[in-house]
C-alpha cells in the first residue's frame, strides 16, 4: 500500500484490519512555527518553545477512525465531555486545520475512504472537529460525530508515537542498534526462508 503524502501532519501508523482503517496522527505541524530540519543526519522539530511542543504531540494527537463499515455498532451514541474552545484560543492555526479538513474530505470524495471523523483538543478543550462520508456504504447512513468504530492493533501506533516523543527529545537515533537500549537484542536476526531440511534460514 503505497500511502499519501501528509502536508500538515507527521504520520505515524497507517493500520489496515479487516473492517477498520485507522490512521494516527501526531499533528504537532499544526501549530505556529513548527519547523523541522535534519541535523547532522538526525531529524530535528523546533517551536518557540520545548514545553508547547510537547504537549502538541501529547494532546494534539488526531486519531483519525476511517471505516469500513460497521453495521449496528454505528447507531450506538457516544458522547464528548470537554467543553469546545476556537483553534486560536489553544494555540492551533485555524487555516492549517481547514487544510487537514480538506485533504480528508478529498480522501473521501476519491473513494479512498468511506468516512472519516477527526477530533482535536489540547489544553482539555477541544478544538477541532468534522465529520464525512458515510458509515455504511451500502445505506449511504451519513457518518456523524458520534459514530461507533471498531479499531484494532493499536499497539504499533502509540509505541510509534511515544518512540517519536524521545527521538524528538535527542533519547534516540534513527541509526542506534536497539541493543544499546535492550542488551538482549544483541544477536538479533531476520528470517531467510526456509533451508531445504525444514530448518529456518537466518541472516545477520
Not at 460497521?70 to 464528548?80: C, D, F, I, M, N
Not at 473513494?111 to 462520508?133: P, S
Not at 536476526?189 to 534460514?201: H, R
Amino acid at each position: 500500500m503505497v500511502l499519501p503524502r501528509w502536508p500538515l501532519c507527521i504520520c505515524f501508523g497507517r493500520l489496515v484490519g479487516f473492517k477498520s482503517l485507522v490512521t494516527l496522527f501526531a499533528v504537532n505541524a499544526l501549530a505556529e512555527r513548527s519547523v523541522f530540519r535534519f541535523v547532522d543526519g538526525v531529524l530535528r522539530h523546533t517551536m518557540m518553545n520545548t514545553r508547547l511542543s510537547r504537549s502538541i504531540l501529547i494532546a494534539v494527537l488526531s486519531v483519525v477512525a476511517l471505516i469500513v463499515p460497521l453495521s449496528s455498532a454505528a447507531g450506538q451514541q457516544a458522547s464528548y465531555n470537554l467543553p469546545s474552545a476556537d483553534p486560536s484560543e489553544v494555540g492551533l492555526s485555524k487555516e492549517r486545520l481547514e487544510r487537514l479538513d480538506g485533504m480528508l474530505q478529498a480522501m473521501v470524495d476519491s473513494g479512498e475512504l468511506a468516512g472519516v471523523v477527526t477530533m482535536l483538543a489540547r489544553h482539555g478543550k477541544i478544538a477541532f472537529v468534522d465529520v464525512a462520508g458515510v458509515r455504511d456504504i451500502e445505506s449511504k447512513q451519513p457518518m456523524t460525530r458520534d459514530s461507533i468504530f471498531r479499531i484494532q492493533s493499536m499497539t504499533k501506533p502509540i509505541t510509534g508515537f511515544a518512540m517519536m516523543m524521545l527521538f524528538e527529545e535527542g533519547k534516540w537515533r534513527l541509526n542506534d542498534p536497539v541493543s544499546r537500549y535492550i542488551p538482549e537484542f544483541d544477536q538479533l536476526t531476520v528470517y531467510d526462508g526456509e533451508n531445504s531440511d525444514g530448518s529456518y534460514g537466518r541472516k545477520n
